[in-house]
Each structure stands twice: as C-alpha cells, then as structure tokens.
T-cell receptor
Framework: DSGVTQTPKHLITATGQRVTLRCSPRSGDLSVYWYQQSLDQGLQFLIQYYNGEERAKGNILERFSAQQFPDLHSELNLSSLELGDSALYFC?????????????FGPGTRLTVT | GESVGLHLPTLSVQEGDNSIINCAYSNSASDYFIWYKQESGKGPQFIIDIRSNMDKRQGQRVTVLLNKTVKHLSLQIAATQPGDSAVYFCAELRGRDDKIIFGKGTRLHILP
C-alpha cells in the first residue's frame, strides 16, 4: 500500500459525459501528479500540482482539467468524453517534487467510455 | 512517440538468474532517470533512480547503470525471483520543472 488513495476504482460512462476522479496523496506529500495509461500510449504524464499550484504540464487535453485543494487532495476532471479516453488514470504523490522525485502511485481508476 | 524507449517488450528469465532490462533515451539534457515496476492490477512502484552525474547506483538486488555516451540506461536484477514478474518502465526527467517521460515498458517473465 503506497498510501495514495484514488476513487472511484472503476468508472463506466457514456461518450459526451463528464467525470471527476479523486486522489488523496500520502500524508505530508505536497506534490500530486496525474497519469493516463492506455495500451497504445503507455504511461503518459498529464499534469503536476505542488501545494495547490500547477507546476508542470504534460500531454493533457483541453477537455481535461485538474486542481489541488488546500487539503492537498486533487481532482482530475474529464469532460466531453470520447471512446479513446478509456484508460487507467493514476495519481502519484511525492514529498515536494522539487529535489525529491520519488513518486508513490495510487491503485488507479479504470475509466471505460462506452 | 516520446524519446524514452525500450529495446525489448518482453524478457523471459530463469528463476535465480540475473535480469537485465535496457532503455534508450535520446535527450542528452535529461538529468534524472527512474525505474518503476508495475505488477498486474497495481500502480507503478518506484524501484531506483539515478542522476546524470552518476554512472551506477545500487539498491537491494537492483543496480542501475547509466551510460551517457550512448544515452543508455539499464536495470539489473540479481537472482530473479517469481515476485519480480512485472512490467518495468524507465523514465527520464528533463530539468527541475519539466515533465517525466515514461518508456513503453518491458514485461519481465520468470521461468520456473
């Protein structure tokens, strides 16, 4: 158990819909990262937050957005869902993401868009 | 695709033997490298990291080698065990505030 929690574990929704994935980092970790893992694209970095502010951006679509709240939990919002958005979404956290890059991954949320 | 890649998608190793998983990267500006292990149904798990000012780093049963001349990274697992069966990803980080780029992954299969 990494100490990172993600909810829900599974999510099935239809095209065009909007969903919110939630992540709680390990206690004391300030940095949160979101990743998408699909069979054809592998593990893709989406976005990183540090202490409530966006720190780095990866291959995140405009239909996707994220935020980190004062209690350090984070949410990833996916809107206008397409079939190709079906994937595993992982959240990871690290102490600060500045000089310490050791990331701890949550169990993931499996999103299926039908 | 991204610059981080893996030479072999699947590696089969006899239990007890040493495993070597290879990774190539293309950006000489990358200054930090990480190996992750992902078991079936779980999130990736940090194994070991290495900074670009080092060429070798050892952990428990694992060693990471970095050859900056040929932009090559390898993960050596000593005395491979059934619990080592997983997909292994290398990842690179380019600069302090830059994104981490993962390779496609190599599946390690342990033969009895």
């Amino acid at each position: 158990d990494s100490g990172v929690t993600q909810t829900p574990k599974h999510l099935i929704t239809a095209t065009g819909q909007r969903v919110t994935l939630r992540c709680s980092p390990r206690s004391g970790d300030l940095s949160v990262y979101w990743y998408q893992q699909s069979l054809d694209q592998g593990l893709q970095f989406l976005i990183q937050y540090y202490n409530g502010e966006e720190r780095a951006k990866g291959n995140i679509l405009e239909r996707f957005s994220a935020q980190q709240f004062p209690d350090l939990h984070s949410e990833l919002n996916l809107s206008s869902l397409e079939l190709g958005d079906s994937a595993l979404y992982f959240c990871a956290s690290s102490v600060d993401g500045l000089d310490d890059y050791e990331q701890y991954f949550g169990p993931g949320t499996r999103l299926t868009v039908t | 695709g991204e610059s981080v890649g893996l030479h072999l998608p699947t590696l089969s190793v006899q239990e007890g033997d040493n495993s070597i998983i290879n990774c190539a990267y293309s950006n000489s500006a990358s200054d930090y490298f990480i190996w992750y292990k992902q078991e079936s149904g779980k999130g990736p798990q940090f194994i070991i990291d290495i900074r670009s000012n080092m060429d070798k780093r050892q952990g428990q049963r694992v060693t990471v080698l970095l050859n900056k001349t040929v932009k090559h990274l390898s993960l050596q697992i000593a005395a491979t065990q059934p619990g080592d069966s997983a997909v292994y990803f290398c990842a690179e980080l380019r600069g302090r505030d830059d994104k981490i780029i993962f390779g496609k992954g190599t599946r390690l299969h342990i033969l009895p």
